[in-house]
């Protein structure tokens, strides 16, 4: 069931540089944060930061706040909630200051975007993907492109709880059959569908949003531009429905689509009691000063594998995010479930007599997951995210008992 040296292997190929670990011991207590910024929409809202504690000497971190349109709060020790208001002027920038014991306070910068705009939404795509067709339906090339937050299925489909941007782009400029990159250039909504040159057709460009599997919202566009350069892709978009969008993404603007493997289709609540928790330490094993650690919950045939890496050689204790790979910080972070000769990193699923057959399991790719050991005893609580958007909030807890690999 486990494959942790081939996801390092993996993991070493696509992180090319860690973070090193510090030889000297202090006992002074040192917060960890996993995100040093936030940015808000002019909409306001609220998001959640994660933090550790080394060196713990017990007791309850605080949060503090330095702008009256910010609230920060700290519930347990190991997330702080933000909250901001809606901005109806100018961009604005704040500060929340974590303090805890004698460490040095943690500072998390605080971005919201200027209220003073024109536009209902403003979106910032995570995902580009889609499908070259070539000259299969104009003289002019075809890029079929989909910008989403969470991505859509290898089949170019959306996943259960998305939001969806599709663009069909016609140009005069070929792509690469084996790696196509949308060319750059203006483009303009072509409502007559005449599949021209530096135009997206009206048939297959729309908006879509996702929920549990089920369409909750969708919309036709009535005039739009789209301007692509230099990894950049920014369009303004009038609605059929009156709304204006702005969305905008940076990064790899190669067409294609990523392979999915979780069996849900839509989210997933999930309380197990009386697990057989273990967990391994394996070390150092990449020799960036962090422990790897696999722990593994079954109960009946119910079963959640784990991975990660901190800097506790004693614990797995802690609060984790998913690495990612732009990460260059392992510190404190859950590998993502893949598929590499086998499950790897960080998963749900059920056996079959005593065995992963398939039928039902998810792999966690984003998100947060708490680990709480008290003597013989644990608890993990995660609230994450499958590979197609599903959201999993479970609880797990029993009987604790840890291991040292042999190394």
């Not at 580009?128 to 299925?153: C, K, P, R, W």
Request: negative net charge; proline residues 1%; glycine residues 10%.
């Amino acid at each position: 069931m486990k494959k942790f040296f081939a996801l390092v292997a993996l993991v070493a190929v696509a992180l090319t540089s860690c973070d090193k670990g510090n030889d000297g011991e202090t006992t002074k207590s040192v917060i960890r944060l996993y995100e040093t910024e936030v940015v808000f929409a002019n909409s306001g809202g609220e998001k959640i930061v994660g933090f550790g504690i080394d060196n713990a000497v017990g007791g309850k971190a605080t949060a503090q706040d330095d702008a009256e349109w910010l609230d920060a709060e700290i519930v347990f020790n190991g997330e702080v909630t933000i909250t901001a208001e809606a901005n109806e002027g100018d961009a604005r920038e704040a500060k929340v200051t974590i303090k805890y014991a004698d460490a040095k306070d943690a500072i998390i910068v605080v971005k919201q975007k200027a209220g003073n705009v024109m536009y209902d939404i403003e979106y910032e795509a995570k995902h580009l993907e889609g499908t070259y067709f070539g000259t299969q339906y104009s003289d002019n090339h075809n890029y079929f492109v989909i910008l989403s937050d969470i991505g859509a299925t290898a089949k170019g489909e959306v996943k259960s709880n998305g939001v969806y941007y599709f663009f069909d782009f016609y140009s005069k400029v070929a792509g690469n059959a084996e790696s196509p990159v949308l060319p750059n250039g203006t483009y303009t909504f072509d409502a007559n569908n005449t599949l021209g040159d530096l135009t997206f057709s009206d048939d297959g460009s729309w908006y879509q949003e996702q929920e549990n599997g089920k369409t909750i919202k969708a919309a036709n566009i009535k005039s739009a531009t789209v301007v692509v350069e230099s990894g950049k892709f920014d369009a303004i978009i009038e609605f059929t429905t009156g709304e204006v969008h702005r969305v905008t993404y940076e990064g790899d603007l190669t067409l294609g689509f990523d392979e999915v493997h979780t069996t849900f289709n839509k989210d997933v609540k999930l309380t197990v009691d009386g697990a057989a928790i273990s967990a391994a330490n394996y070390g150092d094993i990449l020799g960036n000063g962090l422990q790897a650690w696999y722990i593994e919950a079954v109960k009946g045939d119910e079963l959640f594998m784990l991975e990660i890496f901190t800097a506790s050689a004693n614990s797995p204790a802690g609060v984790y995010t998913a690495l990612a790979a732009s990460d260059n910080n392992y510190s404190n972070k859950f590998i993502p479930g893949i598929i590499s000769d086998g499950m790897a990193g960080t998963w749900y699923a059920k056996l079959t007599n005593g065995a992963i057959k398939g039928d039902v399991m998810a792999p966690f790719v984003d998100g947060l997951v708490k680990i709480e050991v008290a003597g013989n005893t644990a608890t993990i609580s995660y609230s994450v995210r499958d590979d197609a958007g599903n959201q999993f909030d479970c609880t797990v807890s029993g009987s604790y008992t840890k291991t040292e690999v042999e190394k």
